[in-house]
């Protein structure tokens, strides 16, 4: 295991709110650097001899990097794939139910810290962003051929920028001179200045979230996990931007992706899930061992 590959948020308490049972079967679908698996791992019997139920982990990745993390263990399944299609993959192994599901969504250390991937302007750097290397559409196709309107819409909704449009319209002006192809043509088409970090880093996460459409994966993954959740079973989610996470907290308040709570005739929530978690922050001692924490938010819920 790469030690640098990631160091994930929270994993005392993303392993407590699993409440893991030894003999039951966990998701990861987002495997990276393997630290959340290899804790899960830890949690679930020893294969001996004659022992009828051991625990199993299936751990999701679609970066082939993370192959490099593999964990040598009979209890663990490496399914390298998007977790967009985790009900195909779990119908795939023959699992019915599952007893927890972990979904750390931040993005690696090891993307935004490999210049060739092109995740952070930090780097010169082919504009690239995709997780899965084999996707075909990368953030230079977008840059290039997207019209305004569509990377104003983007940049509005993904990367939360006020001035969206004009950096939209910059964008679409330069690349009439020359494509955009690297990091830095981008920031130097975007108009951005150099010292205006956070705002040059909400358009790289903007693109990212466009190029590998994260926000659909989520939701289809969200749906999956409600159904194969067995009662008592708990989900588990950190999250990192406003927009998953509002998605994440109106789906677990509600169970659908619409975020519409419904109730009975006695005016009960009729949601599947009992909050546990409603958005616990890294606490201060983590933040300083580990700065990008800082943003990650924990919810957990139970399904009834």
């Known amino acids: 295991m790469n030690e640098v590959y990631h160091i994930p948020a929270m994993l005392k308490e993303t392993i ?3 409440a893991i049972k030894p003999e039951r079967t966990y998701v990861d679908v987002t495997f990276g650097g393997g ?3 290899r804790a899960i791992l830890n949690k679930l019997h020893e294969l001996e001899i004659g022992k009828l139920e051991i625990g199993h982990l299936y751990s999701f990745d679609q970066d082939s990097d993370a192959l490099a993390n ?4 009979e209890r663990w399944t490496f399914v390298h794939s998007n977790f967009r299609y985790l009900r195909n993959w779990m119908d795939y192994y023959g699992v019915e139910h599952i007893d927890g599901l972990l979904a750390d969504l931040g993005v690696s250390f090891h993307h935004f810290d490999c210049p060739e991937r092109g995740f952070s302007f930090r780097f010169s750097a082919p504009l690239d962003m995709r997780m899965n ?3 075909k559409r990368t953030a230079a196709d977008i840059v290039n051929s997207y019209s305004e309107e569509e990377l104003a819409r983007i940049f509005w909704l993904y990367g939360e920028l006020k001035n969206g449009r004009g950096i939209a319209k910059n964008i679409c002006r330069a690349r009439t001179q020359k494509p955009i192809e690297r990091t830095e043509d981008l920031v130097a088409a975007s108009r951005i200045p150099a ?3 956070k705002e040059l880093a909400r358009l790289f996460q903007a693109l990212r979230i466009e190029v590998n459409d994260e926000m659909g994966a989520l939701r289809e993954m969200l749906v999956a996990a409600r159904d194969l959740l067995r009662p008592g079973g708990r989900i588990v989610v950190l999250t990192y931007h406003s927009l998953e996470d509002r998605l994440v907290k109106n789906f677990l308040r509600s169970g659908n992706l619409e975020g519409t709570i419904e109730k009975d005739f006695y ?4 949601s599947p899930f009992d909050l546990i978690e409603k ?3 890294a ?5 300083a061992r580990n700065p990008r924490a800082r943003s990650a938010k924990l919810r957990v819920a139970a399904k009834h």
């Open 16 to 18: 407590e709110g699993l």
């Open 35 to 37: 630290g959340h698996s």
């Open 70 to 73: 593999a964990i040598d263990d």
């Open 133 to 135: 290397q084999t996707a």
């Open 195 to 197: 010292e205006m970090s």
């Open 267 to 270: 005016g009960n929530n009729l």
């Open 279 to 281: 958005g616990r922050e």
């Open 283 to 287: 606490s201060p001692e983590e933040v």
